[in-house]
Nanobody, 128 residues
């Protein structure tokens, strides 16, 4: 079982950048698929990006494609989400999630119920 802790959120002006981190405790993240989700007030939690456990394959929501970059550093047991060219509509609580997936076989990596472990989130606010 792994515990996830996000950090790196904050208040940033439109056009600015942030790097979110998701650190795993209690287990190595090497064999976990990682997803980043976000939830704005009044909205459902939506998938932002994911990275596969073994082959490093990635995916992005259309709304963030070309602006956000997901990565992982297994040596640091950490996954990252780089947020560039931020817009006010990116304001939300950002969560990372993990699924034990040693065979790199996750089928629906953008689905919330594909993941077994969740962090508590880090707030991103984009405002001038």
């Amino acid at each position: 079982q792994v515990q996830l802790v996000e950090s790196g959120g904050g208040l940033v002006q439109p056009g600015g950048s942030l790097r979110l981190s998701c650190v795993g405790f209690g287990d190595t993240l090497d064999y976990y698929a990682i997803g980043w989700f976000r939830q704005a007030p009044g909205n459902e939690r939506e998938a932002v990006s994911y990275i596969n456990s073994r082959d490093g394959g990635t995916g992005y929501a259309d709304s963030v494609k070309g602006r956000f970059t997901i990565s992982r550093d297994n040596a640091k047991n950490t996954a990252y989400l780089r947020l560039d060219s931020l817009k006010p509509e990116d304001t939300a609580l950002y969560y990372c999630a993990a699924k034990w997936d040693p065979r790199n076989a996750i089928r629906y990596p953008t689905a919330r119920d594909a993941y077994d472990y969740w962090g508590r989130g880090t707030q991103v606010t984009v405002s001038s």
